[in-house]
């Protein structure tokens, strides 16, 4: 076995630990599930697209607002996604278990993504501006447990966390909360506040049968334009700006701020569905399922 192909198993080992921890968790007998609905694919593939939404919507308030950002970007724009998932700002509009949820399958897409690329022995992108993969698991895992570690107790030992980071974790978490806090603190609108420029929300034709599904599912959940009328309930824009889903041939999302245009292409909705897949073969799944 490769140093690669250990990691790879070491990293599924932690995620199933990890699931199965917050599935523990998660399910006190009786309690309804708002995702029971949701396959555990789409549960997976809907809530990496929720996370990407918001890391590129925190790009477009960190541009927009002007905030200033000690280390990379990328960083930071994780954090307030992984955040606003664990600890949502108001009353959201879903169920908070469904967050919850989609935190930890963004998790899950981390690792698969990570594994991916030491299946096909892909560089490691060590000069990238993203935390590599499985950096942005243990950023999510830690900040989940450092969110309520009596709640999350069986956690770091399940994800075999090191004792050091599982304690720095409530730490991690609060500092980050309190940075989240004081961005909305001084950047959201104010009682009173005229209102921003709008957001025109735009979906081209799907490419594939699968994307087209996945679209019907994102919009019957409203997942993007409930997302985006938050936005605009804390955020005015200076200009408007549109959101449009579209074929782009790679899997990406970008908020471009010269054209104001928020992408997500079709193919990362494939991309999802295929690690999806992926996910059904191993225990993951039945782990995370409803
Ligand atoms: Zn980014």
């Avoid at 523990?24 to 609905?37: D, H, I, L, R, Y």
Wanted: proline share 7%; charged share 20%.
């Amino acid at each position: 076995m490769s140093i690669d192909e250990e990691e790879a198993t070491l990293v599924r080992r932690l995620i199933v630990g990890m699931s199965a921890a917050l599935l523990v968790s998660f399910s006190p007998p009786g309690q309804a599930q708002a995702t029971a609905a949701l396959s555990a694919p789409d549960d997976f593939v809907l809530g990496n697209l929720q996370f990407v939404l918001l890391h590129e919507l925190a790009h477009l308030v960190i541009g927009e607002k002007q905030i200033p950002i000690l280390g990379s970007e990328e960083y930071a724009a994780d954090y307030i996604a992984a955040m606003l998932l664990i600890r949502p700002r108001a009353t959201v509009l879903v169920a908070e278990n469904t967050l919850l949820r989609f935190a930890v399958n963004t998790a899950d897409g981390f690792v698969i993504a990570w594994e991916r690329s030491a299946e096909y022995a892909s560089p490691i992108p060590y000069w990238g501006t993203h935390a590599l993969n499985v950096q942005r698991f243990s950023t999510v895992a830690c900040l989940l447990y450092g969110s309520n570690p009596e709640r999350f107790a069986a956690l770091p030992a399940l994800v075999e966390m090191p004792l050091a980071r599982a304690q720095s974790c409530p730490r991690e978490y609060e500092r980050a909360a309190f940075a989240v806090d004081w961005l909305f603190d001084t950047y959201a609108r104010k009682e009173g506040d005229a209102p921003g420029a709008a957001v025109e929300v735009r979906f081209e034709p799907p490419p594939s049968r699968t994307s087209q599904r996945l679209l019907s599912l994102i919009e019957e959940r409203r997942l993007i334009r409930n997302t985006f009328a938050r936005l605009d309930e804390f955020f005015s824009l200076d200009a408007p700006a549109t959101f449009v889903m579209r074929t782009c041939r790679q899997p990406q999302a970008e908020w471009n701020p010269v054209t104001r245009e928020l992408v997500i292409c079709y193919e990362l909705l494939d991309t999802y569905a295929l690690m999806s897949v992926a996910r059904r073969r191993g225990p993951i799944e039945s782990l995370l399922s409803p």
